[in-house]
């Protein structure tokens, strides 16, 4: 008898999954295609599909994969758990890929404020646009040139946060 799962049980898994597949490479598009493979072929098709691609090299599958594959097999014959799970891993992939910059926003913030004080500072956001991560600075009455106070900026965050020396990102003055 196949053991049968919560939807608490299908979301974390998702969620795994979509923490994994962020981490390790795996294209959204890619994710997107398996779970709309699990909609219109059989299980066994998927599994093969998974597995050409990983002797294919394909960018992505190679390490997430095998994970994938252990991931039908706990989960039986039944192909709609694997659904589910494929549907919350697709559904929360953007969350998970954008997570570091959130925690980027969050940690930016205080360094941000204790040099911008002085010109009203009101606030920053982190924007992405293709491959750009674009920090914005919102400031009340700065009037000067924006470029001197952007590599500032730039360098005590990459200095003070240790992920963000690792991001390419560019900062962005702009009058609130």
Request: charged share 30%.
């Amino acid at each position: 008898m196949e053991r049968v799962y919560s939807e608490r049980e299908l979301k974390e898994l998702g969620e795994e999954l979509a923490r994994i597949a962020v981490s390790r490479g795996l294209a959204s598009k890619q994710l997107t295609t398996i779970y709309r493979l699990t909609k219109t072929r059989p299980l066994a098709f998927v599994q093969a599909f998974i597995q050409q691609q990983i002797g294919r090299g394909v960018s992505g599958y190679s390490s997430v994969g095998p994970w994938l594959l252990r991931l039908i097999e706990k989960l039986g014959e039944d192909w709609a758990p694997l659904q589910r799970v494929l549907m919350y891993g697709v559904m929360l992939y953007d969350y998970h890929e954008k997570l570091p910059l959130l925690k980027l926003e969050e940690d930016a913030e205080p360094i941000v404020r204790e040099l911008t004080e002085r010109y009203g500072f009101r606030g920053v956001e982190v924007r992405t646009e293709r491959e750009t991560i674009t920090l914005a600075v919102r400031l009340e009455s700065f009037r000067e040139d924006p470029r001197p106070l952007a590599l500032e900026i730039s360098e005590r965050i990459k200095r003070k946060i240790p992920e963000a020396a690792r991001l390419s990102f560019r900062v962005w003055i702009e009058q609130a």
